[in-house]
């Protein structure tokens, strides 16, 4: 039983995980940035939901919408005016000054809204089936964290800006001839990404306590998601989010909790080894 709660512990978090990488994994495939910014933009979602919450009484599924929508226009805003200028640049390039914005935004939170942990504590208890305990506020943030990655996964298939970023990861010079508008497809995909970065900061402020000491390891996971899963898929940032999740999970009940992030780094040095284009990645792409 207790391998089964564990089991079921590392479900939960793994889709936290892939709504936490899928962003990333996105920008990284489309404009062959690395995009520094991420983690930090995954905390500013969710100090706007904490202070939301307690200045105004605002429920987080409330503000999910406005705080995706406003990471949305920060992202599109941020590529459009600074990043797509060295777009075609080596990534060092596009790396370095994606970093420089993290600082600047990872700087602004810690003097303005401090380092201190915030969470909205929701109390909505917990349920029991058959001996699995597991609090209703981490389920349901699985919940939202599935129907996010569904929605974006339904966007890139079924919508027309979903097929013309599809069109640009695949020849972005091919694409251009078409008459796709490339750095307008570039800002909207950053864009995409900035929103699931807000909206997984939404459900980590439910979840966990969110800081601004916690960007980097953010950073990180979602990292170590993209090496798992593939870059660019949406399948992939679930596979390697739920991979990473379990994993963890059972290294945290064997090794101790201190040591499940070393555990998941481990496995992705290994698959850069062994499978560099991730478990659903296409070769090209890795």
């Known amino acids: 039983m207790a391998y089964l709660q564990t089991l079921v512990n590392g479900i939960v978090l793994g889709a936290l995980y892939a709504c936490l990488a899928v962003g990333f994994s996105l920008v990284?495939?489309?404009?062959?940035?690395?995009?520094?910014?991420?983690?930090?933009?995954?905390?500013?979602?969710?100090?706007?939901?904490f202070f939301a919450w307690q200045g105004y009484g605002i429920y987080p599924l409330l503000a999910l919408p406005v705080v995706a929508l406003l990471l949305f226009a920060l992202g599109y805003a941020l590529?459009?005016?600074v990043i797509n200028r060295v777009v075609s640049e080596p990534v060092l390039t596009t790396l370095?000054?994606?970093?420089?914005?993290?600082?600047?935004?990872y700087n602004f939170m810690t003097v303005y809204y401090t380092a201190t942990p915030r969470r909205v504590t929701l109390d909505l208890g917990a349920i029991d089936i058959g001996g699995i305990v597991m609090p209703v506020d981490r389920l349901f943030g699985m919940l939202l964290a599935l129907v996010l990655t569904a929605l974006l996964?339904?966007?890139?298939?079924?919508s027309r800006i979903g097929r013309a970023i599809v069109a640009v990861r695949m020849d972005s010079?091919?694409?251009?001839?078409?008459?796709?508008?490339v750095n307008r497809i570039y800002a909207v995909t950053f864009g995409i990404g900035a929103l699931m970065a807000g909206a997984t900061g939404v459900i980590f402020a439910m979840v966990y306590p969110v800081t601004t000491n916690l960007a980097g390891i953010y950073l990180g996971k979602?990292?170590?998601?993209?090496?798992?899963?593939?870059?660019?898929?949406?399948?992939?940032a679930l596979a390697g989010g739920i991979v990473l999740g379990v994993i963890e999970s059972f290294a945290g009940q064997f090794f101790g909790p201190q040591h499940a992030l070393t555990v998941g780094f481990v496995l992705m040095l290994v698959l850069?080894?062994?499978?560099?284009t991730g478990l659903t990645g296409i070769k090209g792409y890795e």
């Open 96 to 105: 370095t000054l994606t970093f420089g914005l993290d600082l600047i935004l």
């Open 173 to 181: 010079a091919a694409a251009a001839l078409m008459g796709i508008r």
């Open 153 to 158: 996964y339904l966007v890139m298939r079924r």
């Open 28 to 49: 990284w495939g489309v404009l062959n940035i690395v995009n520094m910014l991420h983690g930090s933009l995954i905390v500013l979602g969710g100090y706007l939901t």
């Open 79 to 81: 590529q459009l005016a």
């Open 272 to 276: 850069l080894v062994v499978k560099p």
């Open 222 to 236: 979602a990292f170590v998601v993209c090496v798992i899963g593939g870059l660019g898929s949406v399948p992939g």
